[in-house]
């Protein structure tokens, strides 16, 4: 099959999350299925330098054996800073700089001549193109035979506009109606990719049943569960070459599960860089993300005084809202012998949190499929979580009488359910012998990309028997 995928992101070329992440591993796992596959991407400025001039409107690059990546220009839209937004908010134009993408998407595919039987759309920023190829295309030959997938990847984000931009959109006005891009009186291009996309995808199968309820559809479940028939939940994959403690490029000395005194090596240097007093026998809790109203920060800050009567640490690494990150700034004062907090995204730290820290800490309010809990899990880390989306898919609880499960689930996304939670943990950690169990047991655990490659392709191959 030709799959071309098209994200607003994608891993190492430009990146605010997991969607990165996503584009930048699973076009590189189809292709080693035997798929001829490419990506189609902005070029920001960010990607300046990393792709050679492909013609007047598009630079290029080669990822894997021969997947090309494209990156569209248009200085007045991509050359900024940052990719959504700046402090002050959201860019005003997001609506034309991504119905840009999309229409010049199209554009570039006629322009290469070679027709394709996939485009794999990812999240609101691509959500026009299904609508345009059964729209402004129905008739074109060369898309006869083109079928779109959209995958969602956080509901919560829809790119919503005011109606009175319908014109900008280069589509026909008629496409203003409830049954397509009009969302209360809003344009909404997230629906319309819903509407029209000839498949859908969760990134976990949780997900995929929680945006069809009233309390996580974010107002789209009516519309989801509409075509619950074109819904499928993948779980994302993890790269095992990238995230592997034995081979750890920021990580001196590596460790296996075989190994894990090295890892008690890692905490000893984690606590130093943040001035936590270096002690073995007191269990840190880490914490990598966005600092956001999703990661259950509140929630985490109506439990902190009663977690700072525990025997513990706790070591906060991400960048976010200002209000996130002053808390943890307040925090990490107050409790200066116990708490920790780095406000910023640093690659090499993370690896160090990861290694470091003995439990993770995941109190997500929801969690679409999440990445973190993965890698906490690889890197013998135990994570302590939410039981939603992709992280009720990924983490059992752990049982000490029958000695499985590879974590710890809130009873309840409350203080008491956290406080529950956490005090089960620190029994576990106080029985070294059970809790280095537990860790080789975590280790084991794998969400591999092959297995999800081999799910999108099903859904692929659907799709084209339909054509």
Not at 268 to 296: E, N, T
Request: proline share 4%.
């Amino acid at each position: 099959m030709r799959i071309v995928f098209v994200a607003s992101e994608v891993f190492p070329f430009a990146k605010t999350g997991g969607l990165a992440d996503v584009c930048g591993t699973l076009p590189l796992e189809l292709e080693r299925l035997g798929h001829e596959v490419s990506i189609i991407m902005p070029g920001y400025r960010c990607t300046d330098g990393r792709h050679q001039p492909f013609n007047a409107h598009a630079g290029v690059t080669t990822i894997g054996k021969d997947l090309k990546v494209y990156f569209l220009r248009h200085p007045g839209f991509y050359d900024r800073s940052e990719l959504y937004g700046d402090a002050a908010g959201d860019y005003p134009d997001n609506i034309d700089r991504f119905a840009f993408l999309c229409h010049e998407t199209l554009r570039f595919l006629k322009g290469l001549g070679t027709p394709v039987d996939i485009i794999h759309c990812h999240d609101w920023q691509t959500g026009l193109i299904p609508a345009l190829l059964k729209e402004n295309y129905a008739g074109d030959p060369f898309f006869a035979r083109t079928r779109s997938i959209l995958t969602i990847h956080n509901l919560a984000y829809q790119g919503v506009f005011p109606k009175e931009d319908m014109s900008r959109l280069g589509i026909d006005g008629k496409l203003f109606n409830p049954g397509a891009l009009e969302f209360y009186e809003k344009i909404n291009f997230l629906k319309g990719g819903i509407v029209f996309a000839d498949h859908i995808t969760a990134v976990s199968p949780q997900y995929a049943r929680e945006i069809q309820t009233r309390e996580w559809g974010c107002g789209l479940e009516g519309v989801i569960r509409q075509n619950k028939e074109r819904l499928a939940g993948i779980l994302n994959g993890l790269d095992y070459m990238h995230w592997d403690p034995s081979t750890d490029i920021f990580l001196d000395p590596p460790y296996t599960d075989g190994g894990l005194q090295a890892k008690a090596i890692h905490k000893g240097k984690l606590q130093q860089a943040l001035r936590l007093p270096v002690v073995d026998d007191i269990p840190v809790f880490g914490f990598v993300g966005r600092l956001c109203y999703q990661k259950g920060l509140d929630l985490l800050e109506s439990a902190f005084d009663d977690l700072m009567k525990r025997p513990l640490q706790a070591v906060f690494m991400g960048v976010g809202e200002e209000k996130y990150q002053k808390l943890l700034v307040k925090l990490a004062k107050k409790y200066s012998q116990q708490c920790g907090a780095i406000i910023r995204y640093d690659e090499s730290f993370s690896h160090m949190v990861y290694a470091g820290s003995d439990f993770f800490l995941m109190p997500s309010i929801y969690e679409p499929c999440g990445l973190t809990q993965m890698i906490s899990l690889r890197y013998g880390t135990i994570p302590l979580v939410t039981a939603v989306g992709g992280l009720a898919d990924t983490v059992t609880d752990f049982s000490r009488e029958e000695a499985r499960g590879n974590g710890f689930i809130m009873s309840a996304h409350s203080v008491e359910g956290l406080l529950e939670a956490v005090d089960r943990a620190l029994g576990v950690f106080s029985r070294q012998e059970l809790f280095n169990g537990l860790r080789i047991h975590a280790m084991a655990c794998r969400w591999t990309w092959e297995s999800s490659a081999r799910h999108y392709i099903e859904c692929y191959e659907k799709c084209l028997r339909s054509a």
